[in-house]
Protein backbone atom coordinates (compact mmCIF):
# COMPACT_ATOMS: atom_id res chain seq x y z
CA UNK A 1 0.00 0.00 0.00
CA UNK A 2 1.39 3.47 -0.67
CA UNK A 3 2.46 5.70 2.29
CA UNK A 4 -0.73 7.57 3.49
CA UNK A 5 -0.48 11.31 3.38
CA UNK A 6 -2.39 14.30 2.93
CA UNK A 7 -3.52 14.58 -0.66
CA UNK A 8 -6.07 17.37 -1.95
CA UNK A 9 -9.09 15.91 -3.76
CA UNK A 10 -7.22 16.22 -7.38
CA UNK A 11 -4.26 13.73 -5.54
CA UNK A 12 -1.62 15.96 -5.17
CA UNK A 13 0.45 15.92 -2.20
CA UNK A 14 -0.32 18.97 0.63
CA UNK A 15 3.43 20.22 1.94
CA UNK A 16 4.28 18.61 5.06
CA UNK A 17 5.01 22.64 6.25
CA UNK A 18 1.79 23.88 5.44
CA UNK A 19 0.20 21.18 7.90
CA UNK A 20 2.73 22.27 10.16
CA UNK A 21 1.73 25.99 10.30
CA UNK A 22 -1.83 24.77 10.27
CA UNK A 23 -1.45 22.57 13.40
CA UNK A 24 0.16 25.84 15.20
CA UNK A 25 -3.25 27.41 14.85
CA UNK A 26 -5.28 24.21 16.49
CA UNK A 27 -5.79 24.61 20.47
CA UNK A 28 -6.55 20.79 20.12
CA UNK A 29 -4.72 17.66 18.51
CA UNK A 30 -3.14 17.77 14.88
CA UNK A 31 -2.90 13.69 14.50
CA UNK A 32 -0.75 12.38 11.53
CA UNK A 33 -0.23 9.21 10.29
CA UNK A 34 3.54 8.86 11.76
CA UNK A 35 2.10 9.65 15.17
CA UNK A 36 1.89 6.48 17.88
CA UNK A 37 -1.99 7.64 18.73
CA UNK A 38 -2.77 7.73 14.63
CA UNK A 39 -4.06 4.07 14.43
CA UNK A 40 -6.36 4.35 17.63
CA UNK A 41 -7.39 7.73 16.49
CA UNK A 42 -8.86 6.43 13.08
CA UNK A 43 -10.66 3.52 14.67
CA UNK A 44 -13.87 3.35 14.39
CA UNK A 45 -16.87 1.10 15.67
CA UNK A 46 -17.32 -0.59 12.93
CA UNK A 47 -14.28 -2.77 12.14
CA UNK A 48 -14.98 -3.94 8.51
CA UNK A 49 -14.00 0.07 7.70
CA UNK A 50 -10.22 0.34 7.52
CA UNK A 51 -9.41 3.94 5.95
CA UNK A 52 -6.49 6.10 6.57
CA UNK A 53 -6.96 9.29 6.79
CA UNK A 54 -3.53 12.13 5.64
CA UNK A 55 -5.09 14.22 8.65
CA UNK A 56 -6.90 13.74 11.67
CA UNK A 57 -8.25 16.99 13.59
CA UNK A 58 -9.12 16.60 17.44
CA UNK A 59 -11.29 19.93 17.91
CA UNK A 60 -11.73 20.99 21.16
CA UNK A 61 -14.50 23.61 19.74
CA UNK A 62 -15.99 25.59 17.50
CA UNK A 63 -12.70 27.60 16.55
CA UNK A 64 -10.73 24.61 15.91
CA UNK A 65 -13.33 22.88 13.73
CA UNK A 66 -13.44 27.07 11.52
CA UNK A 67 -9.80 26.38 11.53
CA UNK A 68 -10.12 22.90 9.98
CA UNK A 69 -13.02 23.73 7.90
CA UNK A 70 -10.87 26.75 6.05
CA UNK A 71 -8.00 24.77 5.78
CA UNK A 72 -9.44 22.23 4.25
CA UNK A 73 -11.89 24.13 1.61
CA UNK A 74 -8.48 26.61 0.64
CA UNK A 75 -6.13 23.47 -0.15
CA UNK A 76 -9.56 21.38 -1.88
CA UNK A 77 -9.07 18.68 0.60
CA UNK A 78 -11.57 15.64 1.47
CA UNK A 79 -13.24 16.12 4.62
CA UNK A 80 -14.88 13.61 6.66
CA UNK A 81 -16.70 14.53 10.21
CA UNK A 82 -16.48 12.69 13.35
CA UNK A 83 -19.15 12.57 15.94
CA UNK A 84 -19.47 9.05 17.83
CA UNK A 85 -17.79 7.49 14.91
CA UNK A 86 -21.10 4.61 14.90
CA UNK A 87 -21.79 5.29 11.39
CA UNK A 88 -22.01 2.07 9.87
CA UNK A 89 -21.32 2.78 6.27
CA UNK A 90 -17.91 4.55 8.42
CA UNK A 91 -18.71 7.91 7.10
CA UNK A 92 -16.34 9.38 10.02
CA UNK A 93 -13.23 8.17 7.95
CA UNK A 94 -11.58 8.79 4.69
CA UNK A 95 -8.57 7.69 3.02
CA UNK A 96 -5.43 10.28 2.55
CA UNK A 97 -8.18 13.53 3.34
CA UNK A 98 -8.87 15.37 6.62
CA UNK A 99 -11.00 14.21 9.86
CA UNK A 100 -12.71 16.68 11.08
CA UNK A 101 -12.79 14.86 15.10
CA UNK A 102 -14.93 16.37 17.58
CA UNK A 103 -15.04 13.17 20.08
CA UNK A 104 -13.26 15.46 22.40
CA UNK A 105 -16.42 17.74 22.47
CA UNK A 106 -18.69 15.64 24.66
CA UNK A 107 -19.68 18.40 27.19
CA UNK A 108 -23.25 18.35 28.35
CA UNK A 109 -24.76 21.59 29.80
CA UNK A 110 -27.80 21.30 31.72
CA UNK A 111 -30.60 24.10 32.48
CA UNK A 112 -33.14 21.80 34.61
CA UNK A 113 -35.32 24.78 35.14
CA UNK A 114 -36.13 25.47 31.38
CA UNK A 115 -35.46 22.10 30.88
CA UNK A 116 -33.26 22.72 28.03
CA UNK A 117 -30.43 20.51 27.49
CA UNK A 118 -26.90 21.99 25.65
CA UNK A 119 -24.91 19.03 23.97
CA UNK A 120 -21.65 19.60 22.51
CA UNK A 121 -21.07 17.73 18.66
CA UNK A 122 -19.13 14.66 19.84
CA UNK A 123 -21.16 13.70 22.94
CA UNK A 124 -22.77 10.51 22.84
CA UNK A 125 -25.92 9.08 24.47
CA UNK A 126 -24.22 7.74 27.18
CA UNK A 127 -22.60 11.61 28.14
CA UNK A 128 -26.48 13.04 27.55
CA UNK A 129 -28.19 10.77 29.92
CA UNK A 130 -25.66 10.34 32.72
CA UNK A 131 -26.25 14.48 32.86
CA UNK A 132 -29.96 14.81 31.98
CA UNK A 133 -29.94 12.00 34.60
CA UNK A 134 -28.74 14.50 37.69
CA UNK A 135 -31.86 16.30 37.20
CA UNK A 136 -34.90 13.62 36.98
CA UNK A 137 -35.04 14.47 32.89
CA UNK A 138 -33.99 12.67 29.18
CA UNK A 139 -33.86 13.24 25.90
CA UNK A 140 -34.91 11.30 23.44
CA UNK A 141 -32.18 9.53 21.37
CA UNK A 142 -31.20 6.02 20.35
CA UNK A 143 -31.07 2.72 22.37
CA UNK A 144 -27.09 2.38 22.43
CA UNK A 145 -25.24 4.38 24.56
CA UNK A 146 -21.73 5.17 22.93
CA UNK A 147 -23.80 5.56 19.59
CA UNK A 148 -23.13 9.51 18.70
CA UNK A 149 -25.47 12.39 19.34
CA UNK A 150 -24.70 14.08 16.29
CA UNK A 151 -25.28 11.18 13.74
CA UNK A 152 -28.13 9.96 15.14
CA UNK A 153 -29.85 13.27 15.80
CA UNK A 154 -29.04 14.70 12.11
CA UNK A 155 -30.02 11.46 10.07
CA UNK A 156 -33.84 11.67 12.51
CA UNK A 157 -32.90 9.71 15.81
CA UNK A 158 -35.50 6.77 17.18
CA UNK A 159 -35.27 5.14 20.96
CA UNK A 160 -37.07 3.94 23.78
CA UNK A 161 -38.72 7.48 23.96
CA UNK A 162 -39.66 7.73 20.53
CA UNK A 163 -43.45 6.71 20.75
CA UNK A 164 -44.13 9.52 23.22
CA UNK A 165 -41.95 11.91 22.45
CA UNK A 166 -40.62 11.51 19.20
CA UNK A 167 -37.57 11.95 17.03
CA UNK A 168 -34.30 13.11 18.58
CA UNK A 169 -34.37 15.99 15.28
CA UNK A 170 -37.98 17.06 16.50
CA UNK A 171 -36.46 18.11 20.21
CA UNK A 172 -34.06 20.26 18.84
CA UNK A 173 -34.31 23.63 19.60
CA UNK A 174 -31.16 25.61 17.75
CA UNK A 175 -28.09 23.93 16.56
CA UNK A 176 -23.84 25.69 16.24
CA UNK A 177 -23.04 25.03 12.99
CA UNK A 178 -19.21 25.80 11.50
CA UNK A 179 -20.46 26.45 7.36
CA UNK A 180 -18.94 24.65 4.79
CA UNK A 181 -17.57 28.77 4.19
CA UNK A 182 -16.08 28.39 7.65
CA UNK A 183 -18.73 30.68 9.67
CA UNK A 184 -20.63 29.90 12.90
CA UNK A 185 -24.22 30.13 12.68
CA UNK A 186 -26.74 28.85 14.59
CA UNK A 187 -29.59 27.72 13.34
CA UNK A 188 -33.15 27.35 14.44
CA UNK A 189 -36.85 28.84 13.85
CA UNK A 190 -36.25 31.86 14.60
CA UNK A 191 -32.51 32.28 12.82
CA UNK A 192 -31.53 30.75 9.43
CA UNK A 193 -35.01 28.99 9.33
CA UNK A 194 -34.28 27.08 6.34
CA UNK A 195 -31.01 25.77 7.37
CA UNK A 196 -32.55 24.62 11.02
CA UNK A 197 -35.65 22.78 8.53
CA UNK A 198 -32.86 20.71 6.14
CA UNK A 199 -30.78 19.92 9.47
CA UNK A 200 -33.73 17.87 11.24
CA UNK A 201 -32.82 14.81 9.09
CA UNK A 202 -30.42 15.74 6.49
CA UNK A 203 -27.89 14.29 8.08
CA UNK A 204 -24.01 16.00 7.63
CA UNK A 205 -24.79 17.28 4.15
CA UNK A 206 -24.90 21.19 5.37
CA UNK A 207 -22.37 22.04 8.07
CA UNK A 208 -20.33 21.08 10.92
CA UNK A 209 -22.67 20.87 14.25
CA UNK A 210 -20.64 22.09 17.16
CA UNK A 211 -23.19 22.16 19.81
CA UNK A 212 -26.94 21.15 20.03
CA UNK A 213 -29.72 22.29 21.99
CA UNK A 214 -32.19 20.02 22.96
CA UNK A 215 -35.71 19.83 24.43
CA UNK A 216 -35.72 17.40 27.56
CA UNK A 217 -38.60 15.65 29.96
CA UNK A 218 -39.14 14.46 33.40
CA UNK A 219 -37.88 10.99 32.94
CA UNK A 220 -36.42 9.31 35.49
CA UNK A 221 -37.18 6.01 36.18
CA UNK A 222 -39.03 3.63 33.39
CA UNK A 223 -40.41 -0.20 33.58
CA UNK A 224 -38.14 -1.84 31.18
CA UNK A 225 -36.34 -4.75 29.71
CA UNK A 226 -36.38 -8.16 27.93
CA UNK A 227 -38.86 -11.05 27.25
CA UNK A 228 -37.11 -14.11 25.84
CA UNK A 229 -38.98 -16.56 24.47
CA UNK A 230 -37.55 -19.77 22.40
CA UNK A 231 -37.25 -18.85 17.92
CA UNK A 232 -40.13 -21.64 17.37
CA UNK A 233 -42.47 -19.77 18.52
CA UNK A 234 -41.10 -16.61 16.49
CA UNK A 235 -44.45 -16.46 14.64
CA UNK A 236 -46.68 -16.66 17.90
CA UNK A 237 -44.84 -13.53 19.77
CA UNK A 238 -44.62 -11.66 15.91
CA UNK A 239 -48.11 -11.37 15.97
CA UNK A 240 -48.84 -11.10 19.17
CA UNK A 241 -45.92 -8.05 19.48
CA UNK A 242 -47.81 -6.28 16.36
CA UNK A 243 -51.60 -6.97 17.84
CA UNK A 244 -50.84 -5.82 21.39
CA UNK A 245 -48.50 -2.68 20.08
CA UNK A 246 -51.56 -1.39 17.55
CA UNK A 247 -53.47 -0.28 21.09
CA UNK A 248 -51.06 0.09 23.48
CA UNK A 249 -50.30 3.84 24.55
CA UNK A 250 -47.60 6.10 23.80
CA UNK A 251 -45.84 5.59 26.62
CA UNK A 252 -44.62 1.79 25.19
CA UNK A 253 -42.02 1.82 22.93
CA UNK A 254 -41.43 -1.70 22.12
CA UNK A 255 -38.57 -3.98 19.90
CA UNK A 256 -38.90 -7.17 18.70
CA UNK A 257 -35.77 -9.03 17.04
CA UNK A 258 -34.84 -12.50 16.20
CA UNK A 259 -31.47 -13.31 18.00
CA UNK A 260 -29.36 -16.05 19.18
CA UNK A 261 -28.73 -15.40 23.19
CA UNK A 262 -25.40 -15.93 24.95
CA UNK A 263 -25.47 -19.12 25.03
CA UNK A 264 -26.51 -20.40 21.56
CA UNK A 265 -29.79 -20.52 21.64
CA UNK A 266 -31.96 -19.24 18.69
CA UNK A 267 -34.44 -16.82 20.44
CA UNK A 268 -37.38 -14.34 19.84
CA UNK A 269 -37.11 -11.51 21.88
CA UNK A 270 -39.19 -8.23 22.69
CA UNK A 271 -37.53 -5.38 24.66
CA UNK A 272 -39.90 -2.91 25.86
CA UNK A 273 -39.33 0.20 27.66
CA UNK A 274 -42.27 2.16 29.70
CA UNK A 275 -41.50 5.67 30.14
CA UNK A 276 -44.75 6.13 32.29
CA UNK A 277 -46.17 5.89 35.77
CA UNK A 278 -44.71 2.64 36.54
CA UNK A 279 -47.68 1.38 38.64
CA UNK A 280 -49.93 1.44 35.40
CA UNK A 281 -47.05 0.23 33.47
CA UNK A 282 -47.15 -2.33 35.23
CA UNK A 283 -50.93 -3.08 34.67
CA UNK A 284 -50.10 -2.21 30.75
CA UNK A 285 -47.91 -4.62 30.46
CA UNK A 286 -48.95 -7.60 32.25
CA UNK A 287 -50.49 -9.27 29.90
CA UNK A 288 -47.18 -9.40 27.05
CA UNK A 289 -45.38 -10.59 30.28
CA UNK A 290 -47.50 -13.24 30.61
CA UNK A 291 -47.90 -14.17 26.95
CA UNK A 292 -46.09 -17.73 25.97
CA UNK A 293 -44.99 -17.75 28.98
CA UNK A 294 -41.51 -16.73 28.43
CA UNK A 295 -38.37 -18.33 29.10
CA UNK A 296 -37.70 -15.36 31.19
CA UNK A 297 -38.66 -12.01 32.01
CA UNK A 298 -36.27 -9.58 32.46
CA UNK A 299 -38.81 -6.45 32.61
CA UNK A 300 -38.40 -4.39 35.66
CA UNK A 301 -38.30 -0.36 36.86
CA UNK A 302 -34.83 0.76 36.34
CA UNK A 303 -32.72 4.12 36.33
CA UNK A 304 -33.43 5.47 32.34
CA UNK A 305 -29.50 5.56 31.67
CA UNK A 306 -29.97 1.73 33.00
CA UNK A 307 -32.39 1.00 30.18
CA UNK A 308 -30.34 3.36 27.38
CA UNK A 309 -27.29 0.57 27.87
CA UNK A 310 -29.44 -2.73 28.23
CA UNK A 311 -28.20 -3.11 24.97
CA UNK A 312 -24.67 -2.02 24.49
CA UNK A 313 -23.33 -5.56 25.36
CA UNK A 314 -25.01 -6.40 21.93
CA UNK A 315 -23.13 -4.30 19.93
CA UNK A 316 -19.44 -4.66 21.23
CA UNK A 317 -16.83 -2.00 19.41
CA UNK A 318 -14.32 -3.78 17.33
CA UNK A 319 -16.60 -6.54 15.57
CA UNK A 320 -17.46 -6.42 11.98
CA UNK A 321 -20.91 -4.98 10.89
CA UNK A 322 -23.10 -4.69 7.60
CA UNK A 323 -26.61 -3.34 8.25
CA UNK A 324 -28.99 -2.89 6.09
CA UNK A 325 -33.19 -1.53 7.03
CA UNK A 326 -36.61 -0.59 5.19
CA UNK A 327 -39.71 0.51 6.11
CA UNK A 328 -42.37 -1.50 5.76
CA UNK A 329 -46.35 -0.28 5.76
CA UNK A 330 -47.71 -3.11 7.60
CA UNK A 331 -47.24 -6.05 9.47
CA UNK A 332 -48.55 -8.46 7.68
CA UNK A 333 -48.27 -12.21 8.75
CA UNK A 334 -46.52 -12.46 4.75
CA UNK A 335 -43.85 -10.20 6.49
CA UNK A 336 -43.65 -11.95 9.87
CA UNK A 337 -43.00 -15.51 7.76
CA UNK A 338 -40.28 -13.59 5.51
CA UNK A 339 -38.54 -12.06 9.11
CA UNK A 340 -38.08 -15.64 10.30
CA UNK A 341 -37.05 -17.33 6.90
CA UNK A 342 -34.38 -15.26 6.90
CA UNK A 343 -33.63 -15.46 10.47
CA UNK A 344 -33.11 -19.19 10.11
CA UNK A 345 -30.71 -18.26 7.74
CA UNK A 346 -28.35 -16.08 9.83
CA UNK A 347 -24.64 -17.13 9.57
CA UNK A 348 -23.17 -15.42 13.11
CA UNK A 349 -25.20 -15.88 16.32
CA UNK A 350 -24.35 -11.63 16.85
CA UNK A 351 -26.43 -10.94 13.77
CA UNK A 352 -30.19 -10.12 14.31
CA UNK A 353 -33.72 -9.43 12.60
CA UNK A 354 -35.16 -6.28 13.88
CA UNK A 355 -38.97 -5.24 14.19
CA UNK A 356 -38.98 -1.63 15.54
CA UNK A 357 -42.37 0.24 15.88
CA UNK A 358 -42.34 3.81 15.91
CA UNK A 359 -46.25 4.52 15.66
CA UNK A 360 -47.00 8.04 17.59
CA UNK A 361 -45.41 11.30 18.17
CA UNK A 362 -43.15 11.58 14.76
CA UNK A 363 -46.47 10.78 12.91
CA UNK A 364 -47.81 13.71 14.20
CA UNK A 365 -45.31 16.54 12.63
CA UNK A 366 -45.82 17.01 8.97
CA UNK A 367 -43.44 15.46 6.75
CA UNK A 368 -42.86 19.27 5.47
CA UNK A 369 -42.00 20.53 8.50
CA UNK A 370 -38.50 19.16 8.80
CA UNK A 371 -36.15 16.76 6.30
CA UNK A 372 -37.12 13.76 7.74
CA UNK A 373 -39.58 12.17 5.85
CA UNK A 374 -40.77 8.81 6.91
CA UNK A 375 -43.13 9.76 9.41
CA UNK A 376 -45.85 7.83 7.89
CA UNK A 377 -43.78 5.12 8.16
CA UNK A 378 -44.44 2.76 11.24
CA UNK A 379 -42.42 -0.29 10.92
CA UNK A 380 -38.85 -0.69 10.61
CA UNK A 381 -37.29 -3.98 9.90
CA UNK A 382 -33.44 -3.68 9.87
CA UNK A 383 -31.06 -6.68 9.18
CA UNK A 384 -27.79 -6.43 11.21
CA UNK A 385 -24.96 -8.63 10.12
CA UNK A 386 -22.49 -8.73 12.74
CA UNK A 387 -19.10 -10.77 12.60
CA UNK A 388 -15.82 -11.50 14.18
CA UNK A 389 -13.99 -13.34 11.56
CA UNK A 390 -12.74 -10.94 8.51
CA UNK A 391 -12.48 -14.27 6.92
CA UNK A 392 -15.91 -14.75 6.81
CA UNK A 393 -17.01 -10.99 5.62
CA UNK A 394 -18.44 -11.91 2.34
CA UNK A 395 -20.78 -14.26 3.72
CA UNK A 396 -22.53 -12.52 6.36
CA UNK A 397 -23.18 -9.28 4.09
CA UNK A 398 -24.76 -11.56 1.68
CA UNK A 399 -26.88 -12.74 4.32
CA UNK A 400 -28.29 -8.99 5.24
CA UNK A 401 -28.12 -8.02 1.27
CA UNK A 402 -30.82 -11.33 0.72
CA UNK A 403 -32.67 -10.99 3.30
CA UNK A 404 -33.11 -6.87 1.95
CA UNK A 405 -33.86 -7.94 -1.46
CA UNK A 406 -36.34 -9.68 -0.19
CA UNK A 407 -38.19 -7.26 1.55
CA UNK A 408 -38.25 -4.44 -1.61
CA UNK A 409 -41.57 -6.05 -2.56
CA UNK A 410 -43.32 -5.44 1.12
CA UNK A 411 -41.04 -2.19 1.89
CA UNK A 412 -42.97 1.29 1.06
CA UNK A 413 -39.64 2.42 -0.82
CA UNK A 414 -38.20 4.37 2.82
CA UNK A 415 -35.65 3.04 4.43
CA UNK A 416 -34.01 4.60 7.94
CA UNK A 417 -30.79 5.65 6.35
CA UNK A 418 -28.82 5.93 9.22
CA UNK A 419 -28.88 2.21 9.28
CA UNK A 420 -27.31 1.53 6.23
CA UNK A 421 -23.71 0.58 5.03
CA UNK A 422 -24.89 1.08 1.94
CA UNK A 423 -27.08 3.62 0.30
CA UNK A 424 -27.14 4.39 -3.39
CA UNK A 425 -28.38 7.41 -4.48
CA UNK A 426 -31.97 6.23 -5.08
CA UNK A 427 -32.44 5.09 -1.96
CA UNK A 428 -31.48 8.38 -0.54
CA UNK A 429 -33.55 10.24 -2.96
CA UNK A 430 -36.74 8.04 -2.40
CA UNK A 431 -36.40 8.28 1.96
CA UNK A 432 -36.47 12.02 1.50
CA UNK A 433 -39.61 11.89 -0.37
CA UNK A 434 -41.19 15.20 -1.93
CA UNK A 435 -38.55 16.70 0.56
CA UNK A 436 -36.06 15.74 -1.41
CA UNK A 437 -36.20 18.98 -4.08
CA UNK A 438 -36.05 21.53 -1.14
CA UNK A 439 -33.01 20.05 0.56
CA UNK A 440 -31.38 19.80 -3.13
CA UNK A 441 -31.90 23.86 -3.49
CA UNK A 442 -30.97 24.43 0.20
CA UNK A 443 -27.65 22.14 -0.31
CA UNK A 444 -26.52 24.21 -3.61
CA UNK A 445 -27.31 27.27 -0.91
CA UNK A 446 -25.18 25.97 1.90
CA UNK A 447 -22.88 23.90 0.28
CA UNK A 448 -22.47 24.01 -3.62
CA UNK A 449 -19.12 22.41 -4.11
CA UNK A 450 -20.27 19.42 -1.75
CA UNK A 451 -17.48 19.88 0.71
CA UNK A 452 -19.63 17.75 3.03
CA UNK A 453 -19.95 14.95 0.67
CA UNK A 454 -18.83 12.01 2.86
CA UNK A 455 -22.47 11.75 4.54
CA UNK A 456 -26.30 10.52 3.33
CA UNK A 457 -25.15 12.82 -0.02
CA UNK A 458 -27.56 15.39 -1.03
CA UNK A 459 -26.73 16.25 -4.98
CA UNK A 460 -26.75 20.33 -4.98
CA UNK A 461 -29.67 21.32 -7.49
CA UNK A 462 -28.15 21.98 -11.01
CA UNK A 463 -25.75 19.68 -10.10
CA UNK A 464 -25.28 16.77 -11.98
P1 LIG B 1 -20.33 9.22 12.94
O1 LIG B 1 -19.84 7.97 12.29
O2 LIG B 1 -19.38 9.97 13.79
O3 LIG B 1 -21.01 10.16 11.91
C1 LIG B 1 -22.09 9.75 11.14
C2 LIG B 1 -22.49 10.80 10.10
O4 LIG B 1 -22.89 12.00 10.72
C3 LIG B 1 -21.39 11.18 9.14
O5 LIG B 1 -21.92 11.46 7.88
C4 LIG B 1 -20.81 12.41 9.77
O6 LIG B 1 -20.17 13.19 8.84
C5 LIG B 1 -22.03 13.07 10.35
N1 LIG B 1 -21.68 13.80 11.57
C6 LIG B 1 -21.25 13.28 12.73
N2 LIG B 1 -21.07 14.25 13.63
C7 LIG B 1 -21.40 15.40 13.02
C8 LIG B 1 -21.45 16.74 13.44
N3 LIG B 1 -21.10 17.10 14.67
N4 LIG B 1 -21.85 17.68 12.55
C9 LIG B 1 -22.21 17.35 11.29
N5 LIG B 1 -22.19 16.07 10.84
C10 LIG B 1 -21.80 15.12 11.71
N6 LIG B 1 -29.89 5.21 15.28
C11 LIG B 1 -31.06 5.54 15.85
O7 LIG B 1 -31.77 6.42 15.37
N7 LIG B 1 -31.50 4.88 16.97
C12 LIG B 1 -30.78 3.90 17.55
O8 LIG B 1 -31.21 3.34 18.55
C13 LIG B 1 -29.54 3.54 16.97
N8 LIG B 1 -28.79 2.57 17.53
C14 LIG B 1 -27.55 2.30 17.00
C15 LIG B 1 -26.74 1.37 17.62
C16 LIG B 1 -25.49 1.09 17.12
C17 LIG B 1 -24.63 0.08 17.81
C18 LIG B 1 -25.05 1.75 15.95
C19 LIG B 1 -23.73 1.41 15.37
C20 LIG B 1 -25.86 2.66 15.30
C21 LIG B 1 -27.12 2.95 15.83
N9 LIG B 1 -27.96 3.89 15.22
C22 LIG B 1 -29.14 4.23 15.81
C23 LIG B 1 -27.57 4.51 13.95
C24 LIG B 1 -26.87 5.83 14.23
O9 LIG B 1 -27.85 6.83 14.39
C25 LIG B 1 -25.98 6.22 13.05
O10 LIG B 1 -25.01 5.23 12.87
C26 LIG B 1 -25.31 7.57 13.26
O11 LIG B 1 -24.72 7.94 12.04
C27 LIG B 1 -24.27 7.54 14.34
O12 LIG B 1 -23.84 8.83 14.63
P2 LIG B 1 -22.33 9.09 15.12
O13 LIG B 1 -22.20 10.52 15.46
O14 LIG B 1 -21.95 8.07 16.14
O15 LIG B 1 -21.60 8.70 13.79
Redesign the pocket.
Known sequence: MAATELQCRSGARIDPGLISEFAKGLAGLAIRPEDKSYDHARR???AAIDRHPGLIVRCVGAADTIHAVKFAKANDILV?????????A???LCDNGIVID?SSMRAVIVDPESRVVRVQ??A?LGDLDRETHLHGLAVP????S???????T??????WLVRKYGL?CDNVISFEVVTAEGEIVVASAESYPDLYWALRGG??NF????SFTFRAYPISTVLGGVLVHPRDKAGEVLRFHRDFMASAPEELTAYAALVTTPDGMPATVIIACWCGDIAEGERFLAPMRAFGPPLLDAIQPMPFPTMQMLLDGE?PEGTY?HWKATFVPKLTDEVIDLLIEHASRMRSPMSSCLVEFYGGAPGRVSSKEAAFAQRASEYNIGMTAQWTDPAESEMHRAWAREMYDAFEPHSNGMH?L??QSEAGDDVTRASFGANYARLSELKQKYDPTNF?S???NIKAAGST
Open positions: IWNAVRGGGHNVGRALGGTVGVVKTGVAGLLGGGVGSGGGVVTFNLNFFLNQ
